[in-house]
């Protein structure tokens, strides 16, 4: 059925060092692929996404990338802060005629200062 | 974000009691859903809708129940038949197409309700 596998479950890293969390799809014709940032106690926030004719997207220090080949795609943030401590979860949207999106389990990240 | 309402934020069930959680949007999205979250853990899909009467069970349906008898509004039911209920509630949306955050098309959540068994 469909699904997204999301790696790794958690991720510590050093303030200054970059982080990287992956995502895998299994519906081929899945078009829409958003990342949300959810801080404990609170709703999850879009904080970027990419569509399916794009295969690379950035925004100051988060960018997503996207390999249609391979179904999967993975979320990239760079000079990490404290600030970027929470919870990711990446989503992929099934075939066209549906809203339904599917999300990965997440990655709780801490970023150490 | 601030378009999706929810409520209450809080709220605590007895035993063998239905509770009502609220959720209104005033984006105009055709979509609405419902998901659980239990402490560190994901996003469960409860039940979402594509229209106005009409409504699909997610992955984890039963004991809950929903209607949509409006564009803006999307109520969850959370029966006593629901064993354990306590989680953190969240009401999302989201426009056509599903994706194009540009357009504000993606799917957006409400702050969440907390229900806690007492």
């Known amino acids: 059925g469909e699904n997204v596998e999301q790696h790794p479950s958690t991720l510590s890293v050093q303030e200054g060092d970059s982080a990287v969390i992956k995502c895998t799809y299994s519906d081929s014709a899945s078009n829409y692929f958003p990342w949300y940032k959810q801080e404990l106690g609170k709703r999850p926030q879009l904080i970027i996404d990419i569509r399916s004719n794009v295969g690379e997207k950035k925004d100051q220090r988060i960018a997503v990338t996207l390999n249609k080949t391979a179904k999967h795609f993975s979320l990239h943030i760079t000079e990490t802060q404290p600030e970027d401590s929470a919870v990711y979860f990446c989503?992929?949207?099934?075939?066209?005629?549906?809203?339904?999106?599917?999300f990965g389990t997440g990655t709780r990240l801490k970023v150490l200062a | 974000d601030g378009g999706i309402t929810q409520s209450p934020k809080y709220l605590f069930r007895k035993e063998g009691q239905n509770v009502t959680l609220s959720c209104e949007q005033n984006l105009n999205h055709d979509a609405m859903y419902w998901y659980r979250q239990d402490p560190g853990q994901g996003l469960r899909l409860i039940y979402y809708s594509q229209i106005v009467n009409d409504f699909q069970k997610g992955d984890i349906a039963e004991g809950y129940s929903v209607s949509r008898e409006k564009k803006e509004s999307f109520p969850l039911t959370v029966t006593s038949a629901q064993k354990n209920p306590t989680a953190f509630y969240l009401c999302?949306?989201?426009?056509?197409?599903?994706?194009?955050?540009?357009?504000?098309?993606?799917?957006?959540f409400g702050e969440g309700s907390w229900l806690t068994v007492v």
């Open positions: 999302a949306s989201s426009g056509f197409p599903p994706e194009t955050s540009t357009y504000g098309n993606t799917i957006y």
């Open positions: 989503a992929a949207t099934l075939s066209q005629g549906t809203y339904k999106y599917i």
